[in-house]
C-alpha cells in the first residue's frame, strides 16, 4: 500500500513547453517565492560556460521606469558576471522556496561536517525549526528568464533601484538574532544590521543591474511543470480585443 505522507512523483516531460500560460503579470505562485526567498541564483554566460552567482536581489512588480515585473541586483564592476552580462544580457534566475539544509542521512556520513554549526542546536526554537515536517514548507521552484541592463552610473534610475534595492535588503532584529544562531557573514562589520550587505549595495563602484522578466517556468516538489510568459500591458490588451473578435469571451 502506497504510503499516504509519501505520494508517487509525477515526472512530466518538459524538454517543450508545458502547461503555457500568458500573462500580464508574474504567476502568483512565483511572486509568493520572490517575496519570500532570501537569495536567489543568477546564471548568465560567455562563450563557454554557464556562471553562476548567489544574490541579493529586490523584486518590484513595476517601476517608475517600468510597466512590467524587474527584478534588481548589484554587482562588482570587474566581476565575471558582469563582464558576462556586458558580452551576452541574456540570463536566468532561480529563485525557491524549499529549506536548505540538509538533513542527516540515515547512515552517518564521519566526514561530513555539522550543519547548521552547533550553536544552532543549543536552542530550543532553533530545533524546532531544523526538525518541522520541511515537506510542509517546500513547494516550488522558479527559473525566470529575462534580459538584464547595467543602469547608467549616476542617473535617477540608478539612484531610485539602489534605494529600493537598500531598503529591501537591510534586515531588522530577528536578523541580529539569526545571525548569531546560524553564523555571520564572513568578515562582515560586525556593527552593521545588514550584516554588511550594505557594502555590496552602496559602495561606490558598484553597478546597478536590471533585469527585465520575460518568461519562466514552475516545477513543484512532484515534478509538475508550468511555463508562462509576460506580455506588456498593450499586448495584453491586444490579445483581449482579438479574442473578442474571433468569439472568445
Do not use: K
Given at each position: 500500500m502506497a504510503d499516504p505522507?509519501?505520494?508517487?512523483?509525477n515526472w512530466e516531460s518538459s524538454a517543450t513547453i508545458t502547461h503555457p500560460q500568458?500573462?500580464?503579470s508574474l504567476p502568483s505562485e512565483v511572486q509568493a517565492c520572490l517575496k519570500n526567498a532570501r537569495f536567489l541564483h543568477l546564471a548568465t554566460c560567455d562563450a563557454l560556460y554557464p556562471h553562476i552567482s548567489l544574490m541579493n536581489y529586490t523584486y518590484l512588480p513595476s517601476s517608475p521606469f517600468s510597466s512590467s515585473p524587474v527584478i534588481i541586483m548589484t554587482t562588482n564592476p570587474s566581476s565575471k558576471k558582469t563582464l558576462n552580462l556586458i558580452n551576452n544580457p541574456r540570463v536566468?534566475?532561480?529563485v525557491h522556496d524549499w529549506?536548505?539544509?540538509?538533513?542527516?542521512?540515515?547512515?552517518?556520513?564521519?566526514?561530513?561536517?555539522s550543519s547548521p554549526p552547533p550553536q544552532a542546536t543549543r536552542s530550543s526554537l532553533a530545533?524546532?525549526?531544523l526538525n518541522i515536517n520541511t515537506s510542509a514548507l517546500s513547494s516550488i521552484s522558479a527559473t525566470i528568464n529575462g534580459t538584464a541592463r547595467m543602469l547608467d552610473e549616476g542617473s535617477e534610475e540608478e539612484k531610485w533601484c539602489k534605494e529600493r534595492h537598500l531598503e529591501n535588503n537591510t534586515f531588522g532584529d530577528q536578523a541580529q538574532e539569526e545571525r548569531g544562531l546560524f553564523g555571520a557573514t564572513?568578515?562582515?562589520p560586525q556593527d552593521?544590521?545588514?550584516?554588511?550587505?550594505?557594502?555590496?549595495?552602496?559602495?561606490?563602484?558598484?553597478?546597478?543591474v536590471v533585469v527585465?522578466?520575460?518568461?519562466?517556468r514552475i516545477a513543484d516538489w512532484k515534478g509538475g511543470v508550468k511555463d508562462w510568459t509576460i506580455v506588456t500591458p498593450e499586448e495584453d490588451e491586444q490579445r483581449g480585443r482579438q479574442n473578442t473578435i474571433n468569439g472568445i469571451s
Open positions: 505522507s509519501r505520494p508517487p512523483l500568458i500573462c500580464s536566468s534566475l532561480l529549506v536548505s539544509h540538509r538533513p542527516p542521512t540515515r547512515i552517518p556520513d564521519p566526514t561530513r561536517e530545533s524546532l525549526l564572513p568578515n562582515a552593521e544590521g545588514d550584516g554588511g550587505t550594505s557594502c555590496f549595495i552602496e559602495g561606490e563602484e558598484v553597478r546597478v527585465g522578466v520575460q518568461e519562466g
